[in-house]
């Protein structure tokens, strides 16, 4: 195998490793709309604007 080969195989060989990242991304997006709706709830409330 030559020298570039190797410095591909390696990233590919452990992307196992990794694989928490992709399922990171759509727990971030939730947890943040939560956060973004409960914050303009409490503004929406503190401004007399609620239900």
């Not at 303009?40 to 503190?46: C, E, F, L, S």
Request: charged residues 20%; without cysteine.
């Amino acid at each position: 195998m030559t020298a570039a080969a190797h410095i591909l195989a390696l990233p590919l060989a452990h992307i196992g490793h990794w694989l928490w990242v992709f399922y990171l991304i759509p727990v971030l997006i939730v947890v943040g709309g939560i956060i973004h709706t409960t914050r303009a709830d409490k503004r929406r409330k503190k401004d007399g604007r609620g239900h």
